[in-house]
Every structure is written in C-alpha cells, then in structure tokens.
C-alpha cells in the first residue's frame, strides 16, 4: 500500500525557514517524480513544486522560485521541502504527492506563517 | 502560464442523477509524447484532494465506473453517471502538460 506521510509543519514568523518531510512507503521511490502542493485556507490547489526521481531536475511555480528548494533521499525513501523567507501568504497546508498526475496524496502538513 | 476555467462552481444534483463539469484551458493541453495530461481529482470536507481520472479518460485504480473524463485539445468534461452522497466536496481539474501545473477554480457539489 502506498503511503506519504508530511511532517514539520508549524507556526513561523514572516522571513523564517521551515523544511517540510514527506516519508514515503509501499514503492520504489526513486523510480517516481515526486511533487509538493499547497491549498491555503478555504481556498484552492496549487501546485508549489517537483522533483525528478533521480533528483536531476525541479521544477518550481514562480511564487516560490529562489525561496523554496525540494530535494529528496532515495536511500531513506524521503521527500524534502525547505521554505525560507516565509512570506504570509505562504499560510497553508503542503501535501506531498506521487507522480505526474499525481496518484496519490498524504494527508498534509500546516505551515502558519504569521507574526 | 495555462489558465484553466472550470464551469460551475456549484453543482446541486439530486442523489442518483447525473452530473456534469467543465474545464476549459487557455491553451492545447498536448504534450510533445503525444499525451493529455488533464487529470480531475476530488476532495471531500476535511480530506487530501484524491485522483479519480489521469490523462483526460484513464480512471485511476478503485474509482467507481461512474466516474467518467472526456474531451480533448482545450476543452474537458467530467460526467458522473448516477450521483451519490459521497460524492459531496470539490472537484478540481488539473493540467500537468506545462510548468507551471495549474488547476481549476473547483466546482462543489451538493447535494440537492
């Protein structure tokens, strides 16, 4: 069965770091892109970010372009998200997913960035 | 960046009728492999969104046969055959063809 599951969300202040944790489990990690979206409160989904199942390539929306860096350890099975310069609107929940299409959702973890 | 529209934005259905979403994107949703990649997900209140449909029509695995993706180039269609009550929530097309990945404004349906 597969699983993902988010880790290290929680409440920073505007121009903080965070760095999100996806662990993956129940396939080959390293054969699969890998991508983290975001859904602010109320609102809609946005797609933030991925990353090549080799790590050869990412690929970022330009709201985060230069702030946020997705990177990922094959040998452990985990996916990575490290924000900095946290802005206010960056205030949501960042799910980790599997794929292109993407197949499948962890439940996600809440960034709150706030002073 | 492709804009995708998605038409309504609520949808009241009564419990076994069908129902029907539009998306409609700025630009060809082709990618250069030949591939559509238009998926439509789903989230219910307080759960992660989940796949139903991945390149315009290929339903993702455990996805109830009433669930039904069709269109091509810019316009796209989601069709439930007979609505039922777990069907309440959002759904959200998706255009994975171009980076940015971009999605519909989502339509909620209710239940009528």
């Known amino acids: 069965e597969v699983q993902l599951v988010e880790s290290g969300g929680a409440l920073v202040q505007p121009g903080g770091s965070l760095r999100l944790s996806c662990a993956a489990s129940g396939f080959t990690f390293r054969s699969h892109w890998m991508s983290w979206f975001r859904q602010a409160p109320g609102r809609g989904l946005q797609w933030v970010g991925n990353i090549k199942g080799d790590g050869s390539e990412e690929y970022y929306v330009d709201s985060v372009e230069g702030r946020f860096t997705i990177s990922r350890d094959n040998a452990k099975n985990s996916l990575y998200l490290k924000m900095d310069s946290l802005r206010v609107e960056d205030t949501a929940t960042y799910y980790c997913?599997?794929?292109?299409?993407?197949?499948?959702w962890g439940q996600g973890t809440l960034v709150t960035v706030s002073s | 960046e492709i804009v995708m529209t998605q038409t309504p934005p609520l949808l009241p259905v009564t419990l076994g009728q069908p129902a029907s979403i539009s998306c409609r994107s700025s630009q060809r949703l082709v990618y250069s492999d030949g591939n559509t990649y238009l998926s439509w997900l789903h989230q219910r209140p307080g759960q992660p969104p989940r796949l139903l449909i991945y390149?315009?029509?290929a339903r993702f695995s455990g996805v109830p046969d009433r669930f039904s993706g069709s269109g091509a180039e810019t316009n796209f269609t989601l069709q439930i055959s007979r609505v039922e009550a777990e069907d309440v929530g959002i759904f959200y097309c998706l255009q994975a063809t171009q980076f940015p990945y971009t999605f519909g404004q989502g339509t909620e349906l209710e239940i009528k």
């Open positions: 390149k315009v029509f």
């Open positions: 997913t599997r794929g292109m299409n993407p197949e499948f």
